[in-house]
C-alpha cells in the first residue's frame, strides 16, 4: 500500500535544537490530521494487522528546501504514531514494524510538497 501524505514536519535538526514543545504538539496533531485525511481519500477501512515495514520518500515541491536525509526522521515518527491513532496500523512496536526506512526526497516544484509512505507487509517464512 502506498499512501501520499500532504505532511512535511519539522527538521530532525529543529527538534535538536530545542524546538518549544507547543510547536512539537502542533506538528504531531498536524501529523495526525494529515494522516487520516490521506487515509479517508485512499478509503482504507480495516486496520492492518500483519507485520509491515515502512518507507517514507518526502516529496518537495514549490520553494521546499531539500534537508539531509535523516533530518526527515522526526516527520517519519510523527507520521507512524499517527498511523497508529487513526488505527490504520495496531502499533507501532517492533511485533508490528519491523523496518523504518527514510530514503532520499523527491523533488517535483511542480507536485504538492508532503510524504509517500509505503506500508510492506513483511512475509512469514513458513
Known amino acids: 500500500m502506498r499512501l501520499f ?3 512535511l514536519g ?3 535538526n529543529a527538534i535538536y535544537a530545542g524546538l518549544h514543545w507547543a510547536k512539537r504538539k502542533k506538528a504531531k496533531d498536524d501529523a495526525a490530521v ?7 481519500k485512499a478509503n482504507i477501512g480495516a486496520p492492518i494487522a500483519d507485520r509491515v515495514d515502512l518507507v517514507f520518500t518526502p516529496q518537495l515541491g514549490k520553494g521546499m ?4 536525509t535523516s533530518n526527515n526522521s522526526m516527520t517519519a515518527k510523527l ?5 497508529v ?9 517492533d511485533e508490528y514494524v519491523r523496518n523504518v526506512t527514510n530514503t532520499p526526497a523527491l ?8 510524504v509517500w509512505v509505503e506500508i510492506i507487509p513483511v512475509e512469514v517464512a513458513a
Open 85 to 93: 491513532k487513526c488505527g490504520l496500523l495496531i502499533d507501532d512496536t
Open 107 to 114: 523533488i517535483d516544484r511542480k507536485a504538492g510538497t508532503g
Open 65 to 68: 528546501r531539500k534537508r539531509d
Open 34 to 40: 494529515a494522516v487520516k485525511a490521506a487515509i479517508n
Open 10 to 12: 519539522p527538521s530532525t
Open 79 to 83: 507520521i507512524e504514531d499517527a498511523l
Open 5 to 7: 501524505i500532504e505532511y
